[in-house]
């Protein structure tokens, strides 16, 4: 997918309770939000813990490293001006097989998906927001 059609894309709709998530990859850290007191992580964002109701949730660096859960690549256009395929995938990140986040996949060739593979979080600047993004790494999979 080249420059244009990743301008294309739609930006995530800003909340009060996300916008320090969309800006907080602007330094290349995936950042998630997290309970202070169960220590339960916490996405997509939320000022409050699902499992135990405290108010003391803070944002904390990730790896930003994890495999794919799940994938789909669409090859229908849906939107103008993006009419290569794209896929988007759940990824489990390696702080916690609970915790999955949803992202776009940057990758070349998008037949070798699969599921279980090695990947990182970059991000894409647009609109001064920085959107997560799944990248392979390229590593073999051991499994
Ligand atoms: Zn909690």
Redesign the pocket.
């Known amino acids: 997918m080249n420059r244009d059609q990743v301008a294309a894309l739609p930006v995530p709709a800003i909340s009060i309770d996300s916008l320090e998530f969309w800006k907080s990859g602007s330094d290349g850290q995936l950042r998630i939000t997290r309970?202070?007191?169960?220590?339960?992580w916490i996405y997509p964002p939320k000022p409050i813990?699902?499992?135990?109701?405290?108010q003391?949730?803070s944002y904390e660096p990730v790896q930003g490293r994890g495999r794919i859960f799940s994938y789909t690549i669409s090859r229908q256009q849906f939107l103008p001006g993006v009419s290569d395929p794209y896929a988007i995938a759940v990824v489990t990140l390696d702080e916690d097989p609970d915790l999955r986040m949803t992202a776009r996949v940057v990758a070349d060739d998008l037949t070798r998906l699969h599921i279980g593979m090695p990947v990182t979080i970059e991000f894409e600047e647009r609109n001064d927001m920085w959107i997560p993004v799944v990248a392979p790494t390229g590593e073999e999979d051991p499994q």
Do not use: N
């Not at 309970?35 to 339960?40: A, I, N, P, R, V």
């Not at 813990?49 to 405290?54: H, I, K, V």
């Open positions: 309970c202070d007191d169960c220590q339960l813990c699902r499992r135990c109701r405290s003391a949730v």
